[in-house]
C-alpha cells in the first residue's frame, strides 16, 4: 500500500467520528434554535393580535381564524391563563393531515375585555430536520474524501519528490558502477538527513567492494604462485631414480593436495566474481552447440566410465547470459552427472517446456535438494571433488535469472535449467 493511501485512509477514518459528532450537535443545536424563532415568532404574533383587538380591526382577525391560524375568545375577567408555550399536532385542511406545530396560549387584558388567545405555527418536523443533517454530512464526507484526496496528491507530488528520486537512486545503485554520484540535500530536514546517510553508506559499500575485489584478486594471485611453485618442485622430485616407493606415494599424495587446494583457490575466486558482479557483459547463448562442446572437452572421462551419452533435443533453446558463465554453469552440471556416475551409466540431455534437462544414473537415493547448493558439501567420497561445482552453478543463476532446481525421479538424478525474462 502506498504511503499517500495509507494517510489519507488514516485522515478519513479519524476525520469520520469528528464529522459524525459535530453532525450530532448541529441537530441539536438546530432544533433549539428553531425552537427560540418560533417561539419570538408566535410571542410577536400575540402582540399583533392584541393590536388588531384593540383598533377593532376584526377582518384580519377572522382571516387569522380562517386560515386556522389563531384562536380568539373573551372570556370571564377574573380568569387568568398562564402562558404556555408547547408543542402539539394541527390537522391541516390542505394537507390532509396532522402537522407537527408549535402553540402558545396566554390570556390578554384589552381595553377592560380579558381574552383567550392561542397561536400557532407549524415547525419543521424532527425526521425533515434529520433527513437534512443527514445529507448535508453525506456531503460534507464525500466532499472531504475528494479533497483529502486531491490535496494529498498535490503534497505528495510537491513534498515526496525528492524522497521518490532516492529511491530511484537506491535503485539503480550499483558497486561497481563508474558514474558514481552522491545525492544532493534538499530543503527538508529529514531527507537531507536520509540522503547523508546513504551517501554514507553507499561510501562504504563502494569502498568495502573494491578492497574485497582487490583482496580476492591478490590473494588468488598469491595463492597460486606458491602453489605452482609446489607442483614444479614436486614434478622434479618424481622424475628422480633414487626415491623409493614410499616417498613416491607421499609426492604423489601432496602433488594431488596441491591440485585440489589450486582448484579450490580458483574455484572461490569465481564465486567472488559473479557475487561483485564483474561478469557484466551479456550474450545470448544458444545452449546446444555449447552442449556439443562441453562433450567434447570432457570426452575422456564419459569414455573411461563408459557413459552413454544421449542429446535428445530437437528444438533449441537460448540463455541470455554472459558467455564465459553459461559454459562454467553447463559444464559443472555435466562434469557433476559424469563424476557421480557409473560405470556403464548414462547422461540424458533434454529440453521440455522452455528448461534445459541434465539427468544421470547414479546413487539409488534421492540428494537433499537444499544442501546439495552449498559450499564444500559434498555426499561422494569421489576425491576430485571439491564440493563448489553445484555452489557455482547456483551462484550464477542467481546473478542471470536462472532457476535451477534438482529432483530425483525414474531412479535418475535431474537437474533443470530455466530462465526467466527480466
Known amino acids: 500500500m502506498k504511503l499517500l493511501t ?27 434554535e428553531i425552537g427560540e424563532s418560533n417561539e419570538s415568532i408566535l410571542l410577536t404574533r400575540v402582540k399583533v393580535i392584541e393590536n388588531y383587538i384593540a383598533k377593532g380591526n376584526t377582518t384580519v382577525l377572522n382571516v387569522f ?9 373573551e372570556i370571564e375577567k377574573d380568569r387568568i391563563i398562564p402562558q404556555t408555550i408547547k408543542d402539539t399536532l394541527m390537522y391541516s385542511e390542505i394537507e390532509k393531515e396532522y402537522i ?41 464526507l464525500l466532499l472531504l474524501f475528494l479533497v483529502t484526496a486531491y490535496i494529498n496528491s498535490k503534497i505528495s507530488k510537491l513534498i515526496w519528490t525528492p524522497f521518490k528520486n532516492t529511491l530511484d537512486y537506491i535503485k539503480d545503485f550499483s558497486v561497481n558502477t563508474t558514474d558514481y554520484k552522491k545525492l544532493e540535500s534538499n530543503e527538508i530536514t529529514e531527507f537531507s538527513e536520509l540522503n547523508s546517510s546513504i551517501n554514507h553508506m553507499t561510501s562504504k559499500m563502494i569502498s568495502d567492494y573494491k578492497n574485497q575485489k582487490k583482496f580476492a584478486e591478490n590473494a588468488s594471485h598469491e595463492f597460486q604462485t606458491p602453489l605452482a611453485i609446489i607442483t614444479g618442485k614436486i614434478d622434479l622430485l618424481l622424475q628422480e631414480n633414487s626415491l623409493n616407493e614410499e616417498t613416491m606415494k607421499l609426492l604423489v599424495s601432496i602433488e594431488e593436495a596441491t591440485s585440489r587446494l589450486s582448484r579450490i583457490n580458483k574455484s572461490l575466486l569465481l564465486l567472488s566474481k559473479i557475487e ?32 552413454q551419452f544421449v542429446c535428445e533435443p530437437t528444438e533449441e533453446l537460448y540463455f541470455t547470459i554472459n558467455s564465459e558463465l553459461c559454459f562454467i554453469l553447463i559444464n559443472n552440471l555435466i562434469q557433476n552427472a559424469i563424476r557421480h556416475n557409473v560405470k556403464n551409466g548414462q547422461i540424458t540431455i533434454s529440453i521440455k517446456d522452455q528448461a534445459l534437462l541434465i539427468s ?9 535438494e537444499v ?14 571433488s571439491i564440493g563448489l561445482g553445484l555452489a557455482i552453478v547456483k551462484e550464477i543463476a542467481e546473478a542471470n535469472s536462472i532457476t535451477v532446481l534438482y529432483k530425483y525421479e525414474d531412479n535418475e538424478h535431474v537437474f533443470s535449467l530455466s530462465q526467466f525474462k527480466r
Open 6 to 32: 495509507k494517510t489519507s485512509r488514516y485522515y478519513i477514518l479519524y476525520t469520520i467520528p469528528v464529522i459524525l459528532f459535530s453532525a450530532i450537535f448541529i441537530y441539536f443545536f438546530l432544533l433549539n
Open 65 to 73: 381564524e380562517v386560515n386556522n391560524e389563531v384562536y380568539i375568545k
Open 100 to 140: 407537527s406545530s408549535k402553540m402558545i396560549e396566554q390570556n390578554s387584558i384589552v381595553k377592560g375585555k380579558n381574552y383567550q388567545i392561542k397561536v400557532w405555527k407549524s415547525t419543521i418536523e424532527y425526521d425533515e430536520l434529520m433527513e437534512v443533517v443527514s445529507v448535508v454530512f453525506i456531503i460534507l
Open 276 to 307: 561483485n558482479q564483474q561478469y557484466e557483459k551479456t550474450d545470448t547463448v544458444a545452449l546446444l552447440p555449447l552442449i556439443e562442446k562441453i562433450k567434447a572437452i570432457n570426452e575422456d572421462f564419459i569414455l573411461d566410465k563408459k557413459l
Open 360 to 368: 544421470n544414473t547414479g546413487s539409488l537415493e534421492p540428494l537433499d
Open 371 to 384: 544442501s546439495i547448493f552449498e559450499r564444500f558439501e559434498k555426499k561422494s567420497s569421489n576425491v576430485n
